[in-house]
């Protein structure tokens, strides 16, 4: 049983940075892989970014490649998404998500958070 909460989104220019958090609660989650996934208004859910559960292997979208780092802290029991050079096409509800395998959560996953939103102003 994992739960994950999602923080530091918020209102950015374009070219600023976030980074967002994502904490799980459970005693499982050292061995679950991370994604963070990403939802504009009046679009489908994409998917940003994976990572596995030793922080070894990690899978980026083209759209975000150079631009967007995640990384995971097990001590810590959170997953990052350091955000660079956002643009205003980045704005969206980002959410994460967690998953026993890394092939599932980079499409589909058993356990989501509730999402933070990010808005890149122009």
């Known amino acids: 049983q994992v739960q994950l909460v999602e923080s530091g989104g918020g209102l950015v220019q374009a070219g600023g940075s976030l980074r967002l958090s994502c904490a799980a609660s459970?005693?499982?989650?050292?061995?679950?892989?991370m994604a963070w996934f990403r939802q504009g208004p009046g679009k489908e859910r994409e998917f940003v970014s994976a990572?596995?559960?030793?922080?070894?292997?990690?899978y980026y979208a083209d759209f975000v490649k150079g631009r967007f780092t995640i990384s995971r802290d097990n001590a810590k029991k959170t997953a990052y998404l350091q955000m660079n050079n956002l643009k205003p096409e980045d704005t969206a509800v980002y959410y994460c998500?967690?998953?026993?395998?890394?092939?599932?959560?980079?499409?589909?996953?058993?356990?989501w958070g509730q999402g933070t939103q990010v808005t890149v102003s122009s």
């Open positions: 459970g005693r499982t989650f050292s061995s679950y892989a």
């Open positions: 998500a967690a998953d026993s395998s890394l092939v599932v959560v980079r499409t589909k996953s058993k356990y």
């Open positions: 990572i596995s559960w030793t922080g070894g292997t990690t």
